[in-house]
């Protein structure tokens, strides 16, 4: 006997790990710049070169690229240095082979750069990489049986399939033109540029993204006697990218990662330098799914025959809790300079870092905080810059009723809005905003029919039962369980007996009488 079946694609964790790549190394100030006198500001990013698979494990080659912001020792001026130290890590990955798939995630934390001396410097930090090799199964649903003489069980299901699942990047560049009361660029300095308040909806074999890049950079100009200039600018961007298979009802689960941030300065049409090109590169690793309804067979047999079923154990998934909340912080946070009184805040950037969540009867309680940094200037230093870092811890429920230990889900966390100010006294009053998105999956085993193999019957069993029965409805008896043990069909029962309902009740009296 046939059976029709309909097919979906799932995507399945074949192997995760993780793995911490540990930096102590000293770096020695280039002869072209100047020796340093006072540490102002560090920050650094992972440049993956090389991310190759074997037997068993990732080879990860890349660079640590760690920037610093510093006062030289004798001129008071403000420069800046970038060093470049090798990374090279391996992430044990049992059972992945050289043609996986693998989703490569990382964190730089505890980045800190020490004075040797004034042309030497100590840098440490370690990076957590996160790896995830996903495997796609295709799940053979059995959805009815290919014959009139059967009798089929069946029940309607909501199942997600996935539909998307790949990476692609992004570029976002665009000019920035200096205003005119601005002096011309002689050396930028320091620059970051992030994206906030991403929106990322699936259209028809298309993906579209709207945002905007929170631009902050640091620069001096000709002149010396104009002091460095900083600016912070808001670019916002749309694009429209190409994704074969995506549909305006998938559910999309994407992350976004940073890739590359740079800003170049370009000369204007009268050839002076008051043009700044922005230019970002993101990675987009898509997964979009879709909820779908499926007839699911069940169970089946005949009257006539013997059917014997074979069947396959699946992890099936369904979708519980789609949610999307936001996190609102408020804090103040105490600058402890001695240098001198606070003048201006000039710049203060964060990330998000979800610590740790944990599943309660009202849904997901995601803990983390958020890593800030600001930089700002005094009032008594020929070179007023200074910085400081700071955490802002938060605890939120993400609601999701009905979540269980059964329950898997995606969660992303992003800095959708960040603001500081200065406060009375010596504090900066900071106000974030933090986008928690989740997708909830109920997951459970299901004992699908993969074949029906058909077999005469037990002609001997069949001729010790009676032809007719008159049979008591016992505790947790359906009409289809009855009339699969009797040879009969649950349409017979119903005519015989005259039933109107499809349900049954213990104690009731049923003819049965056997077609076999």
């Known amino acids: 006997m046939e059976l029709k079946k309909e097919s979906i694609q799932m995507l399945r964790i074949k192997n995760k790990a993780a793995a911490q790549?540990?930096?102590d190394e000293d770096y020695n100030v280039s002869d072209v710049k100047p020796d340093i006198g006072?540490?102002?500001?560090?920050?650094?990013?992972?440049?993956?070169?090389?991310?190759?698979?074997?037997?068993?494990?990732?080879?990860?080659?890349?660079?640590?690229?760690?920037?610093?912001?510093?006062v030289g020792e004798k001129e008071g001026r403000i420069y800046s240095l970038s060093a470049k130290l090798p990374l090279d890590e391996m992430i044990n990955l049992e059972g992945i082979e050289g043609g996986d798939k693998l989703c490569l995630k990382w964190e730089i934390e505890d980045l800190s750069v020490h004075m040797i001396h004034s042309r030497k410097l100590n840098i440490?930090?370690?990076?957590?990489?996160?790896?995830?090799?996903?495997?796609?199964?295709?799940?053979?649903?059995?959805?009815?049986a290919e014959d009139q003489e059967v009798s089929v069980k069946t029940e309607k299901v909501r199942l997600m399939s996935l539909r998307v699942h790949k990476k692609d990047t992004l570029r976002i560049k665009d000019d920035i033109t200096l205003a005119s009361n601005r002096p011309n660029v002689e050396n930028l300095l320091w620059y970051m540029a992030e994206p906030r308040n991403l929106d990322l909806r699936p259209g028809e074999n298309k993906l579209r993204v709207k945002g905007e890049l929170a631009v902050f950079l640091l620069y001096t100009g000709y002149e010396e006697e104009n002091p460095p200039q900083w600016l912070e600018y808001t670019m916002p961007f749309s694009n429209e990218m190409e994704?074969?298979?995506?549909?305006?009802?998938?559910?999309?689960?994407?992350?976004?990662?940073?890739?590359?941030?740079?800003?170049?300065?370009?000369?204007?049409?009268?050839?002076?330098?008051?043009?700044?090109?922005?230019?970002?590169?993101?990675?987009?690793?898509?997964?979009?799914?879709?909820?779908?309804e499926h007839e699911l067979l069940l169970d089946a047999y005949s009257p006539h025959k013997e059917c014997v079923l074979h069947r396959k154990k699946e992890m099936l998934e369904s979708l519980l809790v789609r949610n999307f909340s936001r996190c609102r912080l408020t804090d103040r946070i105490e600058v402890k300079e001695s240098q001198g009184k606070v003048l201006q805040l000039c710049h203060s950037s964060g990330k998000v870092k979800v610590d740790k969540t944990r599943i309660t009867d009202k849904g997901i309680v995601a803990e983390g905080i958020v890593a800030l940094k600001i930089l700002y200037i005094i009032g008594n230093d020929e070179m007023p810059f200074y910085s400081m870092d700071a955490m802002l811890p938060f605890t939120h429920l993400i609601e999701a009723e009905e979540i269980g230990k059964e329950c898997t889900y995606l969660l992303q966390a992003d800095l959708e809005q960040l603001s500081t100010a200065m406060a009375d006294g010596d504090e900066i009053e900071v106000k974030?905003?933090?986008?928690?998105?989740?997708?909830?999956?109920?997951?459970?085993?299901?004992?699908?029919?993969e074949s029906v193999e058909e077999q005469p019957l037990d002609r001997k069993k069949l001729e010790s039962m009676p032809g007719i029965t008159v049979y008591i409805v016992k505790a947790g008896d359906t009409l289809w369980?009855?009339?699969?043990?009797?040879?009969?069909?649950?349409?017979?029962?119903?005519?015989?007996?005259?039933?109107?309902?499809?349900?049954?009740?213990?104690?009731?009296?049923?003819?049965?009488?056997?077609?076999?």
């Open 481 to 516: 369980d009855i009339a699969k043990k009797f040879y009969t069909t649950v349409d017979e029962i119903s005519g015989v007996n005259s039933l109107t309902e499809k349900e049954v009740k213990p104690g009731q009296s049923l003819i049965l009488v056997r077609q076999g």
């Open 124 to 144: 440490k930090a370690i990076v957590t990489f996160y790896a995830v090799v996903d495997e796609l199964a295709v799940v053979e649903l059995p959805v009815s």
């Open 21 to 23: 790549a540990t930096f």
């Open 38 to 70: 006072r540490l102002v500001q560090s920050k650094a990013d992972v440049s993956m070169e090389e991310v190759r698979l074997s037997e068993g494990r990732a080879l990860l080659k890349g660079t640590l690229n760690a920037d610093l912001l510093y």
């Open 432 to 449: 974030a905003a933090v986008g928690l998105n989740v997708l909830v999956f109920r997951q459970w085993e299901e004992q699908l029919i």
């Open 243 to 292: 994704c074969s298979g995506c549909m305006e009802d998938l559910i999309p689960h994407i992350e976004v990662s940073l890739l590359h941030q740079g800003i170049e300065v370009k000369p204007d049409p009268d050839g002076e330098e008051r043009i700044l090109q922005v230019d970002v590169v993101l990675e987009l690793n898509m997964k979009m799914y879709r909820e779908e």
